[in-house]
Each structure stands twice: as C-alpha cells, then as structure tokens.
C-alpha cells in the first residue's frame, strides 16, 4: 500500500478550504449593507424631474411658454409639539440605535463562533488525515514484520 503524504502548503490553500470562508463573508458584506441601507431613507424623487433621455418634447418648449397656473394655499400654523412627544420621539431613536446595536454586536458573536467551529472543524479533520496515516504505517509495519 501507498503511504498518503502529508498536506503540503499549496494544498492548505486549496479552493476547498477557502470556500467556507468566502461564504461566510459574502454572508456578511450582505448583511452589513442590508443593516445599514435601513438606516438611510431613500431620497424621494420629485413628481416633475425630467430625465436627459425624453426628448419628445424639447422642441416644443422653446416656441410655447408654459401657461401660467393660479394656485391658491391655505396655511395653518404649525401645531405645537408638546414636550410628551418631544421625548417620545427621542425615546423611539434611542430605542432605534441600541436595536441596530445589539444586532450587530448579535451578529458580531455570531461570526466568532462560526470562526470558531471552522477552526475546530480543520483541526478535527488534519487529526482524522494523521490518524489515518498511522493508521497506514502501523499496517505496513504489521505486514512486515509476518514477512520477515
């Protein structure tokens, strides 16, 4: 029987062993940018942007002025916001902050203890590949010696 070799270094850089990893990163970059676009409202477009690549009309807007509109507002004064809803309002984005807080840091443990697993996972399975390799050589030596 053939002796299996040891692991050389090339071979601990294998796609096999760097596929968990990339992974697990992919997972994060996902998650991370997942978690911070909820902390930014998109920006709200106005109902009258023109975009550069309608051109139906360009030519027609230098001959006819548009016409103008009567608008008439009403405006109320603005309502007092009370002290009450003053705190809540702050309670609610301290409440907000300390969430995505302990969600990241839930996320944070999370990656450790996959770390942690991967690790003991490649340790488990470089014993299990020398245990078979003494396996191999207490065989041959077994045979060797009911030859001689």
Known sequence: MAL???PSSSSQNSPEQRGPL????SAIA???G???????????????SRHPQNSTNQG?????????????IESYPPQSVTEE????????RLFR???????????LIALGLLCVTYRYTKYTYR????MQLQTCIQRDAAINAERA
């Open 127 to 130: 014993m299990w590949g020398e």
């Open 60 to 72: 027609c807007e230098g001959t006819n002025p548009p016409l103008p509109l009567a608008v008439t």
């Open 30 to 32: 996902f998650f991370l």
């Open 34 to 48: 997942w978690s911070l676009s909820k902390l930014k409202t998109p920006l709200e477009q106005s109902a009258e």
């Open 97 to 107: 902050r300390w969430n995505f807080i302990a969600t990241i840091a839930t996320a």
């Open 4 to 6: 299996e070799k040891e």
């Open 22 to 25: 990339y992974i697990l990163l």
């Open 85 to 92: 809803a003053k705190a809540e309002k702050k309670n609610e």
